[in-house]
């Protein structure tokens, strides 16, 4: 599986932004595709997930209420769409992919197999 990320850009504080990870390649149907984000000098960090098969969804703490994500089963894409941005969301954004992910790894990096290109995200204040 290849993951192609897509979408972000530099918006001001409130806005919103979609990004797009569209996913070529075989995958099973509890493949798991999720956002991570990574901040200068910060580390990777959990964002979003979604189960392909079920739509089950998983969301930090911090974007709960703000961000979803959502899949496009039929063109293999998922959207990540991010409302009320803050100056603490900006970070380059990473789509992720894995099978087999049990719901305790979810937020895990290191469970998912499969990585795509970063996206950078800009939220001025």
């Known amino acids: 599986v290849q993951l192609q990320a897509s979408g972000g850009g530099l918006v001001q504080t409130g806005d919103s932004l979609r990004l797009s990870c569209a996913a070529s390649?075989?995958?099973?149907?509890?493949?798991?595709m999720g956002w991570f984000r990574q901040a200068p000098g910060k580390e990777r960090e959990f964002v979003a997930a979604v189960r392909r098969s079920a739509g089950y969804t998983y969301y930090a703490d911090s974007v709960k209420g703000r961000f979803t994500i959502s899949r496009d089963n039929a063109k293999n894409t998922v959207f990540l769409r991010m409302n009320s941005l803050k100056p603490e969301d900006t970070a380059v954004y990473y789509c992720?992919?894995?099978?087999?992910?049990?719901?305790?790894?979810?937020?895990?990096?290191?469970?998912?197999?499969?990585w795509g290109q970063g996206t950078l995200v800009t939220v001025s204040s």
């Open positions: 992720a992919g894995g099978s087999t992910i049990i719901v305790t790894s979810i937020m895990s990096a290191n469970a998912y197999q499969t």
């Open positions: 390649g075989r995958m099973s149907s509890n493949y798991v």
